[in-house]
């Protein structure tokens, strides 16, 4: 059995040299005659642009160029779905923080003073900042069309109506949900040089591919003349996706020839990054007395701000999981991507399923209490199960673990509380349980979105892999280390992972929507098989053995399960003398399909994890303070390659669930961030971290490598929902909007006391 290959709790390559601070971030990266850059940004939300002038500023000692909209060789335009932000503004301004020149100097002195001396004359216009006034035909236009709606995405399955008409309780409440900052420690940061010939660019980032992509658009040059290299990253949860310094950097190398490294403040980093979306859903629920789900309608309102990024996607994967894990027969959901003059939202952990889960978890409670049954009882009856049909029509076949992640979650939680799903007085009344489930989808939503690896054996056994998904310090390199080392049945220790360098790696795709690990991490695995045929061929004839007896493990060949005393190693060297190369690459993509426009029918992920969790709280009823004391969380992964890193993720991933229930905001005013730093954007600090009990169900998914799913951004979704049922358990009031602040609280047991 190899002992560092899947099921191993090895340590991560990178944690020595990131704990004893020998990692190089952007930040640290410097380059022989490296110059400074910096970005002139927007104060206003809303304007026309009538000049620039940049004639004074270049003057000042030590700027070396100053560059703006009509400098751009390319098109001016970037966006992972639509191409509608601008690199530099050039004749409209649409939100605070829009770029509007780029200086490069000497120092950081020098090109800080030579933004304050560049000339801009706008003329401000009438804005928008509420996502449904902004639906208005009479609203200002932050584009160029018809309206401010970009997207809407519609489920239809079933009669609604007929759902409604059936039901014994309906429930029907509206949901607010905010906006909120994805507060990573490192600020975006690059270094970028031209030799005349290659833009070279370390950078952090988590789609390396994608940069060179845009780059090369913006520079209007073939995309082979670009590298990007990530350099090592100090968080992303998808705010690192979006294009941030990368065109920037490249602009100013093309221009001067000499390096240019730029590094954001946290509050630029802020202002001008992409945040979690901000919801309005209306939700309505029918079921039968028996707490069957029958009917749901759903209306999603979600504001992305000034620029699409991955609104519409995000708002699409809302829609697929409005209903949540359960089986509904008849659903009716609208969700509409909107533009603001807001700062923008884009892709965040849980990609809009996070503000789905407070609201469909918030209703199976209500419902629970309407129908006199446990909150616990009505999951069990609705959850998913093999041969369910989802929203969109997909029959789920295998590795539907929702059920056994209910079951162990709850049951653990009765060694909390004996009696903690009846309803009423409690034995502690300011103490209470709630549940939040979740089902997430693996991958991106009905499109294609595949995965490349390359495979190297060397003479000695030890192997170089070659993969294009950016490791951000989830693990991914660890990962698919061992998957290779599993594959091979070699030692974990003897692979080397070369990721995101697009000048040496595949394609890899975003590190995001929980993709790696299954996708890349099948493209691995397929790598391997394909890098193991010549030496097992080689092997074979070696041993006068048929090839299909021959394995490697622990670095030997065996045949028919006993070992043969014959090296790998050997067999490789008999290779070499052949002159036969020992490589294979490989590549996956998940077999879905695209939603249909008007009713949603599809197979839009080829898999889906699923997870359930239960939190304790305390509520303080005199001040409002909700304290989150334990956190149960059962996840069905498929199966776990690295189990520490799994825990990793979840106790990760429920303390960034703390903070989106009960603190973090971004609070704007007519577009302006007014907390735009962590003084005034508040995130959990270790105080405010729970006890985290982690249950790991592998339901083994059949098309995962070894079974594996994901469970990097399922973590985050169901834990603001479960802390919001456990405060109602507690004091028996619900609030319904993140995030559950003292002065909610303290409100809603007012309005409780004088109904009353």
């Not at 100053?66 to 932000?85: Q, S």
């Not at 507060?183 to 031209?194: D, H, K, Q, R």
């Not at 004839?541 to 493990?553: G, P, S, V, Y």
């Amino acid at each position: 059995m190899n002992k560092t290959g899947v099921g191993a709790s090895v340590i991560k390559p990178d944690a020595l040299h990131k704990v004893t601070g020998r990692a190089l971030f952007a930040a640290d990266i410097t380059r022989p005659g490296m110059l400074v850059g910096k970005v002139l940004r927007s104060k206003v939300p809303h304007a026309i642009i009538e000049s620039i002038d940049i004639l004074e500023a270049s003057k000042f000692p030590g700027v070396v160029k100053i560059l703006t909209a009509d400098d751009i060789p390319g098109p001016n335009g970037v966006g992972i779905i639509i191409k509608d932000e601008p690199v530099l503004s050039k004749d409209k301004i649409r939100r605070i923080g829009d770029a509007l020149a780029l200086v490069a100097a000497e120092t950081e002195e020098a090109a800080d003073a030579a933004l304050q001396l560049i000339r801009v004359v706008i003329k401000e216009i009438p804005a928008v900042f509420d996502s449904v006034e902004a639906m208005l035909p009479n609203a200002p236009l932050v584009h160029n069309n018809n309206n401010n709606v970009l997207n809407v995405r519609k489920i239809r399955k079933g009669d609604v109506e007929a759902g409604f008409a059936a039901a014994d309780v309906i429930v029907e409440n509206r949901y607010l949900t905010q906006r909120v900052e994805h507060a990573y420690i490192e600020p975006e940061a690059g270094v970028a040089e031209y030799d005349g010939s290659m833009v070279t660019m370390w950078v952090s980032t988590q789609n390396t591919h994608f940069d060179r992509k845009e780059v090369a658009r913006t520079l209007g040059i073939g995309v082979n003349r670009v590298r990007v290299i990530q350099a090592v990253t100090g968080g992303g949860f998808g705010g690192k996706l979006d294009i941030s310094v990368q065109c920037y950097l490249a602009l100013l190398a093309y221009y001067t020839g000499r390096a240019v490294k730029m590094v954001y403040t946290r509050e630029e980093s802020m202002i001008s990054s992409g945040k979690r979306h901000p919801y309005i859903i209306d939700y309505k629920t029918g079921a039968t007395k028996d707490g069957k789900l029958i009917a749901v309608k759903i209306t999603i309102i979600g504001d992305t701000g000034a620029y699409a990024s991955y609104g519409p996607a995000v708002l699409t994967r809302a829609a697929v999981h409005a209903t949540g894990p359960y089986e509904v027969p008849n659903v009716y959901a609208d969700a509409y991507t909107v533009y603001t003059n807001n700062p923008m939202a884009g892709a965040m952990r849980g990609f809009g399923i996070a503000q789905m889960a407070f609201a469909h978890e918030s209703q199976m409670d209500q419902l629970a209490e309407k129908l006199g049954i446990s909150p616990v009882e009505i999951r069990l009856i609705n959850c998913l199960r093999p041969g369910s049909v989802t929203t969109t029509g997909q029959v789920l076949q295998h590795s539907v673990g929702i059920l056994a992640t209910i079951e162990q979650a709850s049951g653990q939680a009765q060694t909390i509380c004996e009696n903690c799903w009846e309803w009423g007085d409690k034995s502690m009344k300011k103490r209470g349980l709630g549940i939040g489930c979740m089902w997430y989808g693996i991958g991106n939503t009905g499109l294609p979105n595949p995965a490349g690896a390359v495979v190297d054996w060397l003479d000695d056994a030890s192997v170089n892999l070659m993969v294009g998904c950016a490791d951000i310090g989830q693990g991914s390199d660890t990962v698919l280390a061992q998957i290779v080392a599993e594959e091979l049945g070699i030692s974990y220790e003897n692979v080397t992972v070369v990721s995101a360098d697009t000048m040496v790696t595949p394609d890899g795709g975003a590190s995001s929507a929980s993709r790696q690990t299954y996708i890349s991490g099948n493209a691995v695995r397929l790598a391997a098989i394909e890098a193991k045929k010549i030496p097992l061929e080689e092997a074979g004839i070696m041993l006068k053995q048929d090839r299909a007896n021959l394995t490697f493990k622990d670095g030997m060949v065996w045949a028919n399960g006993q070992p043969t005393g014959v090296t790998v190693k050997a067999v490789l060297a008999s290779c070499r003398m052949k002159g036969k190369l020992t490589l294979g690459s490989g590549w996956f993509n998940p077999e879905t399909t695209g939603l249909d426009l008007e009713t949603g029918y599809s197979s839009p992920y080829a898999t889906y994890a699923f997870a359930t969790q239960v939190v304790e709280v305390e509520v303080n009823t005199g001040t409002g303070q909700v304290e989150v004391l334990k956190i149960i969380a059962a996840h069905d992964l498929g199966r776990a390659i690295n189990p520490v890193l799994v825990e990793g993720q979840i106790e990760g991933g429920t303390s960034m669930g703390v903070g989106y229930a009960l603190m973090e905001e971004v609070i704007t005013a007519r577009g302006k961030i007014q907390n735009p730093n962590f003084s005034g954007y508040l995130i959990p600090t270790v105080l405010d971290v729970p006890e985290v009990t982690s249950i790991l169900i592998e339901d083994a998914e059949p098309t995962g490598p070894f079974g594996a799913k994901g469970v990097g951004e399922p973590s985050l979704i169901p834990t603001a929902a479960a802390i919001a049922n456990a405060v109602f358990n507690a004091i028996g009031v619900r609030i319904f909007s993140l995030p559950i602040t003292p002065e909610k609280v303290l409100s809603a047991l007012t309005e409780k006391k004088a109904q009353s």
